[in-house]
């Protein structure tokens, strides 16, 4: 099946500072989406994004499908931002809109 | 618009006992799906339904567990006996996505979870 790696593992900033989280995949995909997993537990949408740039307010994200790539940019980091953050993917040619995950970047911003 | 809704949010029981969850996705979503996420790792898909009807469930442990949506609407995830190693978050989701249909959009989104632990 696809594979999905996610750099880095683990990441801890100062408030205020940004960040650019990666997600390689190893087969073209339909779907992929970035999610934010709060401490708490919820997998929050953050972007449906299989090509193409797309923002949203402090956030942006960047899919090269081409080269089977996606970053997720986080600007003036805030301590909400925290937690888990999982890139999953749908592959190309199968039929069935499921996805897979990759292990995820724990990110800890600090105050 | 309501979101995913699940329950419980917590169940701590025995091995061998039996548990069930139920989710009920977004009004109108047709494509629902059951994740397993064991602490420190992505979730993992273990079964997807359209309607009332399953589409994948090859990661599906069916000796123990079992899953249904009679109505196309709500649906509950069931393990009997539970082990020791089914401590896990269980997560539902759900997308507008029909592909009998050739309608709605890929995007899934999450509900709360239900935390297990077996004992």
């Known amino acids: 099946g696809i594979q999905v790696e996610q750099s880095p593992p683990d990441l801890i900033l100062q408030e205020g500072a940004n960040s650019t989280l990666r997600c390689n995949f190893s087969?073209?995909?339909?779907?992929l989406q970035w999610f934010h997993q709060n401490p708490w537990g919820q997998l929050i949408n953050l972007f449906y994004i299989p090509s193409g740039t797309k923002q949203n307010g402090r956030l942006s994200a960047t899919t090269v499908a081409t080269e089977r790539y996606s970053l997720l940019y986080i600007s003036s980091s805030q301590t909400t931002d925290s937690g888990v953050y999982f890139c999953?993917?749908?592959?190309?040619?199968?039929?069935?809109?499921?996805?897979?995950f990759g292990k995820g970047t724990l990110l800890t911003v600090n105050p | 618009e309501a979101g995913v809704a699940q329950s419980p949010r917590y169940k701590i029981i025995e091995k061998r006992q039996s548990v069930a969850f139920w989710c009920n996705p977004i009004?109108?979503?047709?494509?629902l799906y059951w994740y397993q996420q064991i602490l420190g790792q992505g979730p993992k898909l273990l079964i997807q339904?359209?309607?009332?009807?399953?589409?994948?469930d090859s990661q599906l442990p069916k000796d123990r567990f079992s899953a249904e949506r009679l109505k196309g609407v709500d649906s509950t995830l069931k393990i009997q006996p539970a082990k020791l190693e089914d401590s896990a978050v269980y997560l539902c989701a759900s997308s507008s996505r029909d592909s009998y249909r050739g309608s709605g959009t890929d995007t899934q989104y999450f509900g709360p979870g239900t935390r297990l632990t077996v004992l």
């Open positions: 339904f359209q309607n009332n009807g399953v589409v994948d």
């Open positions: 087969d073209s995909v339909n779907n």
């Open positions: 009004s109108g979503h047709a494509t």
């Open positions: 999953a993917v749908d592959p190309s040619g199968g039929s069935n809109y499921k996805l897979t």
